[in-house]
């Protein structure tokens, strides 16, 4: 089955460290995303990549990091300089071409602070 | 600054009834309004969505209806089932950008 696989489906974080979430597509996109969700708060943007080896800010990455070394992958890690982690993160998926017209997301992962 | 603004935040209708979410915007370079369906413990999916050239469209019994002028767009729920109980965000974006601009959801429950 093609779609985006997030794993773990929970995390929790002790105070000072740092913790990936990883995000893998076999859908042969080329643009991968991470946003963050708090309730009643919708989905804000953490960082994107359109291709490989390249990515950008979203609008609350400071905090956060990530890499994109494959096409298939685009790993999240949470830093201790993000204060307030405890959120569920969602990564997605885009064609080529299509932008942000049709994300396709993962199931997500909650992530909770100890 | 919030740029797409959604309401309500919360919403409870008998099963047949039309649900009615309603978002508004603020940049006039909007020109793509998607509308998202997330279940509880999954992902958001797309569901349906419009740009300003039309001022409806109809997938099924979803219809989104589009106001220009009033920077406005609403989703519409015709003959609303249980299963249709879910959070909805309406979004914008501009051009090829990137970034989807979100609201912050409307959660329906649809009661038997």
């Known amino acids: 089955d093609g779609g985006i696989t997030q794993s773990p489906k929970y995390l929790f974080r002790k105070e000072g460290q740092n913790v990936t979430l990883s995000c893998e597509q076999n859908?042969?996109?080329?643009?991968m995303y991470w946003y963050r969700q708090d309730p009643g708060q919708g989905l804000r943007l953490i960082y994107y990549?359109?291709?490989?080896?390249?990515?950008q800010k979203g609008d609350i990455a400071e905090g956060y990091s990530v890499s994109r070394e494959k096409k298939e992958s685009f790993p999240l890690t949470v830093t201790s300089a993000q204060k307030n982690p405890t959120a569920f993160y969602l990564c997605?998926?885009?064609?080529?071409?299509?932008?942000?017209?049709?994300?396709?997301f993962g199931s997500g992962t909650q992530l909770s602070v100890l | 600054q919030q740029q797409v603004k959604q309401s309500p935040q919360s919403l409870i209708v008998q099963k047949g009834g039309i649900p009615i979410i309603n978002c508004a915007y603020e940049?006039?370079?909007?020109?793509?309004f998607p509308w998202y369906q997330q279940f509880p413990g999954k992902g958001p999916a797309l569901l349906i969505a419009i740009r300003p050239d039309v001022s409806e469209k109809k997938e099924g019994r979803f219809t989104i209806s589009f106001n220009k002028s009033a920077k406005q767009f609403s989703l519409h729920i015709m003959d609303s089932q249980p299963g249709d109980s879910a959070t909805y965000f309406c979004?914008?974006?501009?051009?090829?950008?990137?970034?989807?601009?979100f609201g912050k959801g409307t959660l329906l429950t649809v009661n038997p």
């Open positions: 859908l042969n996109h080329d643009a």
């Open positions: 940049n006039t370079a909007f020109d793509y």
């Open positions: 979004a914008a974006s501009m051009g090829s950008n990137y970034k989807l601009t």
């Open positions: 997605a998926s885009s064609p080529q071409g299509s932008a942000n017209e049709k994300l396709f």
């Open positions: 990549s359109q291709i490989v080896n390249d990515f």
